[in-house]
């Protein structure tokens, strides 16, 4: 096969394909407690040492983040050296040796798998951005007139401000704009129109989130709880108190000590690491994560005492393989995908094959129920030990540290702005936003189970309604800390300078330039290029196809966007007059890659025999238990929404032969680019 040269179109959708493959794929690998000893810096400090191919990371993508951005943030990069190292590290390996179960497991997707893939796929703009760059086109005027009605203009906005933020001053024009006013939108009109935009997107997910997640009632019922058990009153009451060193005195003992016999014969020396007990942090933790523990017991329960029941042989079995190894949970989600049995059946066969045999379809759904809410009641159980229980405390030795680090931005802001006004902001944001996830109760509109979901447009309507608090906010901070907006200006400047392209010379660029800018797109196209160049003959075939039927799902999914962006902008109107009803689906690329990863999901059968499914088939489920958590007048069913206003998303092109043809080749590129910035020392 001759030469082939990759058009611009076909090598975006090449890097879109690699980094939203490789994203997830190292969110995933957390899951094994190894996975933090390959990540490298800042994690490992031998990493630093230039020239070690061998340090380089497993997690290439999420170290580019996390150096770029994410550490040089202030205070953060005050950290000591051990928060990484020690800390952190070790909190992270006590999660992923929890063993935690999996969608497959249970049949479902749950609130760990949607919440992780959403923050995959914001991960992965960020980080095609960190990659590529902004373009450097000649900055726009900020003052002309752009239409807020009409969609084409607000994305317009949206990329005028972006282009000035990277190559501009505009970034230090709005810190000045919030030091004069808490009204950022007088700025100018490209600034309010940017602004209305973004509120669409995050009230897009937000909407998705809450309603079209079949696990968004349980999610919001976690944050109600979570909610009510924050003593705000108590809080603001501290926040009274006049010494900044007092009052942060105070917030850390009202949060975080403890008082028990552990923790006093630790302090006296007279044990080492002994259970010193939970302070009202990691109580609030364990009550939110047990909360439902009481409904997945009755599913147990319940189970056990039905006239039909497995035998206590096959619920023992479960029983037993609950306590099972990591390995040999691994080896029987295999055994069960390869022979297609469920789940159940093959750990009852790997244990006695009688017990299989004898298992009615009746009885086997029972097994699956009983397993699943067996699952959900260990992994609140582990999370609760990994965060709240053992020792040596590292959540509260890790919170302590994060507040030692921002104590002097924090005695700066208590002294010049009045932090309970704030927190009272906080808290009546929590309540609207709470209240406006509920159904509503009309006389039209599309109901379900007697109620009507949330819109998108409620949730446009929410962020309006409350987007001054913020601006009020950042007022006081810039006005009455210009020291603290100095220092944070600086950081925002610096990370923004990450997303420009360095323009091509034939002469050197110093290394100071290149880290403090992006990759670059024309050398990511000529990376992307040559690792195409590099495969062999007959593959280069079938992965230029998928290349192409991806582009061109990209481009219909920018243009769904726009038409559903206009949709919103439409009905915004008519909801502020009182009508009700509104759109169930909103604008985003990002919105339908996040609906991908969990379409792409394998689980269990739910039959004794037959083919894995896919999360596609089983999304709009909740977990089994979870239903009894939460009273049928409050939840819907998320596929009937989006079918009713005829919101179907394209099916996403099988990309399967790109993954594997240059998954590795690409890890490999991002280590090296990623290992480029990491400070030497």
Avoid at 70 to 85: H, K, N, Q, S, Y
Avoid at 156 to 183: C, M, R
């Amino acid at each position: 096969m001759g030469s082939i040269i990759l058009s611009p179109q076909q090598l975006g959708g090449l890097l879109d394909i690699l980094v939203h493959h490789e994203t997830y794929s190292e969110a995933e690998s957390f899951k094994d407690p190894d996975a933090i000893e390959h990540y490298g810096y800042p994690f490992d400090i031998s990493a630093q040492k230039k020239g070690s191919e061998d340090e380089k990371s497993l997690s290439p993508l999420l170290q580019l983040l996390l150096t770029r951005l994410v550490l040089p943030i202030p205070a953060i990069r005050d950290l000591p050296t051990e928060f990484w190292t020690t800390k952190f590290r070790n909190l992270m390996r006590r999660l992923g040796e929890a063993d935690l179960s999996e969608s497959y497991d249970k049949g479902t997707l749950g609130s760990r798998k949607r919440l992780a893939s959403a923050a995959s796929v914001i991960h992965e703009c960020i980080t095609r951005g960190l990659l590529t760059g902004v373009p450097n086109d000649k900055l726009p005027d900020l003052n002309q007139k752009y239409d807020v009605h009409k969609a084409e203009d607000l994305i317009k906005a949206w990329d005028d401000v972006t282009q000035h933020l990277v190559y501009g001053n505009l970034i230090e024009e709005l810190f000045d704009q919030f030091a004069k006013s808490p009204n950022i939108e007088d700025h100018s009109p490209a600034v309010k129109a940017a602004i209305d935009f973004a509120i669409i997107y995050i009230a897009t997910f937000l909407h998705h989130l809450f309603v079209l997640s079949a696990e968004g009632p349980y999610l919001l019922k976690l944050i109600d709880n979570v909610h009510s058990l924050v003593p705000y009153t108590v809080i603001g009451q501290t926040l009274r108190v006049g010494n900044a060193g007092t009052m942060i005195s105070a917030m850390v003992r009202l949060f975080l000590a403890k008082v028990s016999v552990g923790a006093v014969s630790n302090w006296l020396g007279l044990t080492q690491n002994a259970s010193d007990g939970m302070n009202l942090m990691q109580r609030i933790i364990s009550l939110v994560l047990e909360w439902d523990t009481g409904d997945f017991r009755k599913t147990i329960e319940s189970i056990k005492q039905s006239k039909e029941k497995p035998s206590e042989s096959h619920l023992a079995a479960i029983d037993e393989h609950l306590q099972a190894s990591r390995e040999q949970h691994a080896a029987i989600r295999e055994l069960s995908k390869r022979e297609e049995k469920s789940i159940i059946i093959a750990l009852l066969d790997a244990k006695d094959k009688d017990l299989a045999v004898s298992l009615t379809e009746a009885q086997h759904t029972q097994c699956m129920e009983y397993y699943s809410a067996q699952l959900a009641i260990r992994d609140r159980e582990k999370i609760t030990e990994a965060l709240c229980r053992q020792s040596p405390d590292l959540t509260t030795s890790i919170v302590r540290d994060g507040v030692s680090v921002f104590e002097p931005m924090i005695r700066a802001i208590h002294k010049n702005v009045d932090l309970r006004k704030h927190i009272s902001s906080v808290e009546s944001f929590l309540t609207d936003l709470i209240a406006t996830s509920k159904p509503k109760k009309h006389d039209d509109g599309q109901k379900q189970n007697g109620a009507m979901p949330p819109s998108v447009e409620d949730y446009v309507a929410l962020l309006r309604r409350n987007r001054r608090l913020g601006y009020e906010y950042l007022h006081d901070f810039a006005e009455g800390c210009p020291d603290l907006r100095k220092t944070w200006l600086d950081w925002v400047k610096n990370s923004l300078a990450v997303f420009r392209q360095i323009p091509e010379t034939n002469g050197s660029i110093p290394a100071k330039t290149v880290n403090a800018s992006s990759y670059g797109a024309a050398k990511m196209d000529k990376d992307l290029q040559s690792l195409f160049d590099n495969l062999p003959d007959e593959k280069k075939s079938n992965v230029k196809d998928a290349i192409d039927a991806h582009a061109m799902y990209l481009s219909t999914l920018g243009n769904v966007s726009i038409t559903q962006t206009q949709s919103i902008i439409d009905r915004v109107d008519e909801l502020e007059k009182g009508r009700t009803g509104g759109s169930m689906s909103g604008p985003g690329v990002y919105i339908t890659r996040w609906h991908c990863l969990l379409d792409e999901t394998i689980v269990t059968p739910n039959t004794p025999r037959g083919p894995p499914r896919r999360g596609k088939e089983v999304k709009s489920l909740k977990a089994l238990g979870k239903t009894e958590a939460i009273a049928d007048s409050e939840t819907w069913d998320p596929d009937a929404l989006e079918e009713e206003k005829g919101h179907a998303r394209p099916d996403a092109p099988d990309v399967s032969a790109v993954v594997d043809a240059l998954r590795s080749q690409f890890r490999e590129l991002v280590a090296d680019i990623s290992s480029k910035g990491i400070p030497q020392h």
